[in-house]
């Protein structure tokens, strides 16, 4: 198969791959649409096993980075950027360096930021030989970190699918909570504060612990969380995690939380409809850290300073587009993900079309 055969390179405008002798950089920048505006996702550095897994990883992420865009009403198109290497032991500032000339190449139809592997201090060095670099520190335009507004998002979409599903405020729900870190723990005390029951587990035990005093939490092992009576399943660690293993046994009502590609594969999203769960498609409700990186790019492109009252508003209209999804989908009686699928082809295809007759 070549790359133009490749189900996962459809709809790409453009994949770049570049490589540097002197700092050993590998990289591929993939361009999936700028329909909407200048291509905008993450950085991951990973140590894949192949340039093959790499690209396919590439091309799967900024294709969900120009629907979760579309879905956040951002004039930004998708894309994202992959390192090849080990984020531990590979790492230096001439790498980064490298990486920014990389980005720079690709002449402002990608803005990249942090992901996976890559830090605001990584991003630095890429600054330097590129403009086109969101989430750095200590600038007037700088959004910060993104897992409190992420985590603001996903707190207003469960609070939406608990009163959609359950006909009821937060008030004595109980959500069990699959991963307290950056996202997960902010998550974890917004819903305490406002009045829910939760069950959490972490693979890091001193993060569990210490994200469960705070709010009054009960602990379960990793390996039990999809098995908690709960109301509410919040999954905030890694992707995968509703399956067609797992969801027999998620006793919970509504699925809604942080993580990306909380869905193993297509029969999961399916089944789980089948099932009578609501499900709150993950590139929807987690728009809130993309956002913040928008007002970054924003206030680089206005040369003005980050302004968190914009944000607010599109955290605002990323919830009201929730709702606009799960009241088509039941109306429709079809999942949720499918739906949100539809109408952020449906936003990028406007998009396009609106371009080329301009
Ligand atoms: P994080 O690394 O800070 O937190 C993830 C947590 O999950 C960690 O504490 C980790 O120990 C735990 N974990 C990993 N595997 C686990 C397992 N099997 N069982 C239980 N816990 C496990 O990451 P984060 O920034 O909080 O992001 C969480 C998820 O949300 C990720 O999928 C990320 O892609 C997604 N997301 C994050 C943001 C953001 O603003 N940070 C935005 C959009 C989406």
Redesign the pocket.
């Known amino acids: 198969m070549t790359l133009f055969d490749s189900p996962a390179f459809e709809g790409h405008e453009g994949v770049h791959a570049f490589s540097d002798e002197k700092t050993g950089l590998r990289c591929i920048i993939a361009v999936h649409s700028t329909a909407r505006g200048p291509a905008a996702g993450g950085c991951r550095m990973w140590p894949y096993a192949s340039a093959e897994a790499a690209l396919e990883d590439a091309l799967k992420l900024s294709r969900a980075m120009s629907y979760k865009n579309a879905m956040a009403d951002l004039d930004l198109g998708g894309g994202k950027s992959v390192i090849i290497g080990d984020s531990r032991t590979q790492k230096t500032p001439a790498l980064f360096e490298a990486f920014g000339r990389a980005v720079q190449d690709v002449g402002g139809k990608y803005w990249t930021a942090e992901d ?1 592997g890559v830090s605001p201090a990584d991003l630095l060095h890429a600054r330097k030989n590129t403009y086109y670099v969101a989430g750095l520190e200590g600038r007037r335009e700088s959004s910060g970190d ?2 409190p ?2 985590a603001e998002g996903v707190f207003r979409g469960v609070r939406l699918c608990v009163e959609r599903a359950l006909k009821t405020d937060l008030k004595g729900v109980r959500v069990a909570i ?8 902010y998550l974890a005390q917004k819903l305490h504060a406002a009045g829910a029951k939760l069950t959490l ?4 035990a001193e ?1 569990l612990a210490r994200v469960a005093a705070a709010t009054d939490a009960e602990i379960v092992a ?1 390996s039990n ?1 999809f098995d908690v009576d709960c109301d509410v399943f919040a999954p ?4 995968g995690a509703i399956s067609l293993d797992t969801l027999p046994r998620i006793r919970a009502r509504v699925i809604a939380g ?4 909380q869905l193993a594969d297509a029969e999961a999203g399916r089944e789980l409809f089948d099932r009578g769960l609501l499900y709150a498609p993950d590139y929807v409700i ?1 728009g ?3 956002i ?1 990186v928008a007002g970054e790019i924003r206030a680089l492109e206005r040369d003005e300073a980050f302004d968190p009252a914009w944000v607010d508003e599109k955290l605002d209209r990323l919830t009201a587009t929730l709702d606009e999804v799960l009241d088509l989908a039941a109306r429709q009686r079809r999942p949720t993900h499918e739906v949100a699928n539809e109408i952020a082809r449906d936003r990028i295809r406007g998009a396009a079309q609106k371009k080329a007759a301009a």
């Open positions: 996976v993104p897992s507004v992420t699959q991963g307290v870190g950056h996202v997960g723990g587990t972490d693979v890091n993060a990793p969380i905030c660690a890694l992707g942080a993580a990306n590609n987690n809130g850290g993309i913040n």
